[in-house]
C-alpha cells in the first residue's frame, strides 16, 4: 500500500547525533558529502567505512534499519559496480580476458571503491540527518541557515512552514489516495488496461477528489491557522530555541577535521588508489 | 463577553457554492464569561456559521460582533480578539499543522511570541489538562480521531484564550473519541473555561447551563437544559434526536402518569420511572 | 442470490515489516440473504477490514469469502464483477465523487459494467429515487450540492450498480438526525424492492437497533456475539466490554429489570420500554 513508503523516515531517539544541533548537521553532511566524493585511495575509504560504523553505532538506531536503507539503491550500487567492472580499461594485463568479457585489476579497484562511495554516502547522509532529525527540526535548521536571506526579501519562513506543513500532511494524502483508489475500485474502475490514453484517463477518478480534497484541507487548515493567531514570521518566538552547545562545536570541529583526514589519507602512497 | 447585536449574515457574495439559504437572521445575543452553553441544531441550520462569527472568520453582513467590547469587523482587532476565542474544528486532521504533537501545541504560543520556557510550561500544561503528555513525541498520524481531536483542544488551550468554541467537534468522532473530547470540556469548565458547543447531538448539551435551538437561521429556543428537553415534539419537528430516556418519560407523562418534565440526565429518568413503579406497586 | 459467507478468515496489514497487525484472526461470519446485518465494533475492531475483504479488494491471508458458495478469489481475474455483485460504500463516500454532473457520477459503475445507454439510463434513475435524489439534480455538479446530498449521490452510485449484497461503511457518519433517518429509511427500501442483502458497518448500537435483523459485534478482530438483534442486546455486559456504548434506554431498562421492576431483558427501543413499563404499572 501507499502509506508503506517512507519518505526520508526520521527514527526517534536520544543519542548524541539526535540531539545535536539540525544546522551543525546539515554543515557536517556537506563537509560528509564532499569527503565522500574526494576520498580515493584505500586509506580514505576505510576510514570512510569506519566512520559510518562508528556513526551507526553512536546513532543507536540498528544495524538492521541501516542495512534496509540500502535496498532501495541497491540496484543502482550494482549497475554502478557492474560498469565499472567489465567497462573500465586500462594498460595492464586483463584478469579475465574470455570472449567479450574483460577485467582488469583496476576496474574491480574502482567497483569496489564505487560501491563504498555510494553506500557510505547513502548511510551517512541519513545517519547524520534523516534519521536522527525530526523532519521539522530539519525545516528549522534550513530556516535558520538560511535566514539572513530574509535581508533580500527571500521568503525564508514561509518555504520552511510550507515544507512542515507538506511533512504532516504527505501520510495524510497517501491515506487517503489510498482510500480513494479502492473507493474507485469498488465501482469498478480499471486502472491498468488499455493503453496510454486510457490509462491517463483512467486516473481522473482517482486525481479529481484527490484534489478537491486537498484543496479543502487547505482551506480548512489555513483557517484554524489563523484561529491560532498566526500572522507568518511577524512576532514569532520557537518553543525549541536553537542554542549552540559545547557539543555542536565539537560536532563542527570533527567535521572539519573528518575533511582534513580524508585529505590527509589521500596523500599516502598505495598502489590501491583510483 | 461575545456579543452580537443584530446580526445578519449570508454567503451571496462569496465565491463559494455554499447555498445561500445558510444564513443568519438578525440575531441578538450574548455569551457571558464564565458560562456553558451549547447551541443545537440540523446540518444547515445556521449554528456553525453563527459560531464563525464569535471570533471574526465570518463577519456580519449587517449588526456587529463585539469580543470584550472588541468589534470583529475591524481587521486591526482581529489578532487580540482570536486569542481570546479558540476555536476547535470539526475535521481533526485539518488543523494540526506540525508534525509532532508537543511542536503542534506550541504553534499558538510561538505566534504570540510567548517566551520560549514559557511555550514549553504552556504545552506540558496543555498536554496534561487533554492527558495526551505521554504522545508529546508522536506524529499527528500515528493518533486516532479522538487523540487528535485533543491534541487540538490542547493547541487551543496553550493560546490560554477565555473562551473556546467547538464546532461540531465530535461530529466525525467515534462513541469513544467523543466521550475523550466531551471529558475534556468537563475539564475545561471545572478550570472556569468559557466554552461554546455547537452540535446536533441533545445529549451533549444536557451539561451546559444554556441551550441555543438554532433553525432555518433564528433562534428557535434559548433556555436551560431542563426547559428545552421538554419540549420533545418541537425538537423532533426542527429535526433534532431527542435522548431516549427524555423521550420515554415525554410518552409515560402523555398516557398520563405523573413524573417530573424536566429531567435530563438518563439516571435521573430511571430513578423517577424506578419510583413510579414502586408507588404503584404499594398501591 | 447475495448469500456471503466468510469462511474462517484472517488478515494482515503490513506483513514481515515492523508494522505486522492482525487485524482478523480466524473469522467465520455468514450473511443471510435480503436481511439486514450490522457489524458493529469500536474502531479497530476489524469490522473495516471485513467490508473490503467481502468485495475482494483485499485478499485473505488465510480462510475463504464465499458468495453463494463460491470462493471469491477462485478466479482472481474475475474479481471486478465480485465488486459488481457485492457494492462496497465506503465511509465519507462523498469524497470520491469527480465527474460533471451527478447522473454522470451516479453512471460510473454501471458504465465499467459496460451495460448500454438506456440500461444506464433506467438504473441511474432507478438509484436515485431510492436515495430520495430530485431529477432536477441529476444534471448539477455534485460539487455544488450540500454534504448530505453527496453522500446520497455516492450511494447511489453503488445502488446503479445493482449489486446482489451492498455493504455501507457507516452511511450516516457526520449526517444529523434526519439525514441519518433518510438515508437508512433509502437503503431499507432499496434492499425491499430489490431483495438484496445489506451489510451495515458502524459503531452505533442505537442505529443498529433501529436498522439491522442481525448483529455481528466485533472485538479485537474476533466475532464477539453475533444473532438477532433481540438475542444480541440480551447480551449487554457482554457488548459493553467491546468498548461499546449500549442504548441508554437498554442500560435504564436492564436497570429496572435486574430489580425485578419490569419484565424483560435487553430492551432496546422506546416503544418496548414504554410497553414494558405501563405493564409493569398496570400488573
Known amino acids: 500500500m501507499l502509506k508503506d513508503i517512507t519518505l526520508g523516515q526520521y527514527f526517534s531517539g536520544n543519542s548524541i547525533l539526535h540531539r545535536l544541533d539540525p544546522r551543525i548537521k546539515i554543515i557536517a553532511v556537506l563537509f560528509f558529502a564532499v569527503s565522500v566524493f574526494i576520498a580515493k585511495n584505500v586509506y580514505s575509504f576505510a576510514f570512510l567505512l569506519l566512520s559510518v560504523i562508528l556513526l551507526t553505532l553512536v546513532s543507536g538506531i540498528s544495524y538492521k534499519i541501516v542495512l534496509k536503507s540500502i535496498k532501495p539503491v541497491l540496484v543502482i550500487v550494482i549497475f554502478t559496480a557492474v560498469i565499472n567492472l567489465f567497462f573500465t580499461k586500462a594498460d595492464e594485463t586483463p584478469l579475465i580476458d574470455w570472449l567479450f568479457i574483460t577485467v582488469y585489476p583496476r576496474g574491480i579497484k574502482t567497483a569496489v571503491f564505487m560501491i563504498v562511495r555510494i553506500l557510505t554516502l547513502i548511510v551517512g547522509t541519513s545517519l547524520i540527518l534523516t534519521y536522527t532529525t525530526s523532519p521539522i527540526a530539519l525545516t528549522d535548521g534550513i530556516e535558520r541557515l538560511l535566514s539572513p536571506l530574509k535581508k533580500i526579501k527571500v521568503p525564508v519562513h514561509e518555504f520552511a512552514m510550507m515544507m512542515t506543513i507538506a511533512l504532516r500532511f504527505i501520510p495524510t494524502l497517501l491515506e487517503e489516495t489510498d482510500k480513494i483508489i479502492s473507493a474507485q475500485k469498488a465501482r469498478g474502475a480499471g486502472f491498468d488496461e488499455g493503453g496510454l490514453m486510457k490509462k491517463a484517463k483512467a486516473f481522473l477518478p482517482i486525481l479529481i477528489p484527490l484534489f478537491i480534497s486537498a484543496f479543502r484541507r487547505a482551506d480548512e487548515l489555513a483557517v484554524a491557522m489563523e484561529c491560532r493567531c498566526y500572522r507568518g514570521d511577524e512576532g514569532r518566538t520557537r518553543m525549541k530555541e536553537l542554542k549552540m552547545q559545547g557539543r555542536d562545536v565539537t560536532a563542527l570541529i570533527l567535521a572539519v577535521l573528518f575533511t582534513a583526514c580524508i585529505i590527509f589519507f589521500n596523500t599516502l602512497p598505495t598502489t590501491l588508489s583510483i | ?283 | 442470490m447475495g448469500t456471503l459467507r466468510l469462511e474462517d478468515v484472517s488478515y494482515v496489514y503490513s506483513p514481515d515489516t515492523p508494522f505486522e497487525k492482525e487485524a482478523l484472526s480466524q473469522v467465520s461470519i455468514e450473511f443471510k440473504e435480503k436481511r439486514t446485518t450490522g457489524i458493529i465494533g469500536h474502531t479497530g475492531s476489524g469490522k473495516s477490514t471485513v467490508a473490503q475483504l467481502l468485495n475482494g479488494l483485499l485478499r485473505p491471508a488465510s480462510g475463504r469469502v464465499l458468495l453463494d458458495g463460491k470462493d471469491i478469489f477462485e478466479n482472481p481475474r474475475e474479481i471486478a464483477k465480485v465488486r459488481f455483485r457485492v457494492g462496497l460504500v465506503f465511509q465519507y463516500p462523498e469524497y470520491q465523487l469527480f465527474e460533471e454532473t451527478v447522473f454522470r457520477d451516479i453512471a460510473f459503475g454501471p458504465t465499467n459494467m459496460g451495460l448500454d445507454e438506456e440500461e444506464i439510463k433506467r438504473r441511474v434513475l432507478s438509484a436515485a429515487r431510492f436515495v430520495g435524489l430530485p431529477e432536477e439534480l441529476l444534471d448539477k455538479s455534485p460539487f455544488e450540492l450540500s454534504g448530505g446530498q453527496k453522500r446520497r449521490v455516492a450511494i447511489a452510485g453503488i445502488m446503479a450498480m445493482e449489486p446482489d449484497v451492498i455493504v455501507l461503511d457507516e452511511p450516516a457518519a457526520g449526517l444529523d438526525p434526519r439525514g441519518r433517518d433518510e438515508i437508512f429509511s433509502g437503503i431499507r427500501k432499496w434492499r425491499e424492492e430489490r431483495g438484496a442483502t445489506v451489510i451495515l458497518i458502524s459503531h452505533s448500537m442505537e442505529d443498529m437497533a433501529m436498522y439491522a435483523d442481525d448483529i455481528v459485534v466485533m472485538k479485537e478482530g474476533r466475532v464477539l456475539i453475533s444473532g438477532t438483534v433481540d438475542e444480541v442486546f440480551c447480551h449487554a455486559e457482554l457488548i459493553e466490554t467491546s468498548g461499546l456504548l449500549i442504548p441508554q434506554i437498554t442500560s435504564m431498562t436492564n436497570k429496572l429489570s435486574s430489580k425485578g421492576l419490569i419484565d424483560g431483558d435487553g430492551i432496546y427501543t422506546v416503544d418496548r420500554a414504554f410497553d414494558a413499563i405501563t405493564k409493569a404499572l398496570k400488573g
Open chain 2, 1 to 283: 463577553m461575545i456579543k452580537l447585536e443584530n446580526v445578519s449574515f449570508d454567503y451571496s457574495d462569496a465565491e463559494d457554492l455554499i447555498p445561500a439559504d445558510k444564513v443568519i437572521n438578525n440575531i441578538s445575543l450574548e455569551i457571558e464569561k464564565g458560562s456553558f452553553v451549547a447551541i443545537l441544531g440540523h446540518n444547515g441550520s445556521g449554528k456553525s456559521t453563527l459560531a464563525k462569527l464569535f471570533n471574526g472568520i465570518l463577519i456580519p453582513k449587517s449588526g456587529r460582533v463585539t469580543v470584550d467590547g472588541m468589534d470583529t469587523s475591524d481587521e486591526d482587532l482581529l489578532f487580540d480578539i482570536r486569542r481570546r476565542v479558540g476555536m476547535v474544528f470539526q475535521n481533526p486532521d485539518n488543523q494540526i499543522v506540525a508534525t509532532t504533537v508537543e511542536e503542534d501545541v506550541a504553534f499558538a504560543p510561538e505566534n504570540l511570541g510567548v517566551e520560549p520556557s514559557e511555550i514549553r510550561r504552556r504545552v506540558a500544561e496543555a498536554l496534561e489538562t487533554v492527558g495526551m503528555t505521554r504522545f508529546r513525541q508522536h506524529s499527528p498520524s500515528q493518533l486516532s480521531g479522538g487523540q487528535k481531536q485533543r491534541v487540538a483542544i490542547a493547541g487551543i488551550i496553550a493560546m490560554k484564550p477565555e473562551c473556546i468554541i467547538f464546532d461540531e467537534s465530535t461530529a466525525m468522532l467515534d462513541p469513544q473519541g467523543r466521550k475523550e473530547v466531551l471529558d475534556t470540556i468537563t475539564k475545561l469548565r471545572q478550570d472556569g473555561m468559557t466554552v461554546v458547543l455547537i452540535t446536533h447531538y441533545m445529549n451533549e448539551a444536557v451539561y451546559a447551563d444554556r441551550v441555543i435551538v438554532m433553525n432555518d437561521g433564528n433562534v428557535e429556543m434559548d433556555a436551560p437544559p431542563r426547559q428545552i428537553f421538554s419540549k420533545v415534539e418541537r425538537l423532533k419537528e426542527i429535526g433534532l434526536d431527542v435522548p431516549q430516556v427524555t423521550e420515554l418519560i415525554f410518552k409515560l407523562r402523555e398516557a398520563g402518569y405523573s413524573l417530573p418534565h424536566d429531567l435530563v440526565f438518563p439516571e435521573e429518568g430511571a430513578e423517577a420511572i424506578e419510583k413510579l413503579i414502586l408507588e404503584h406497586k404499594q398501591r
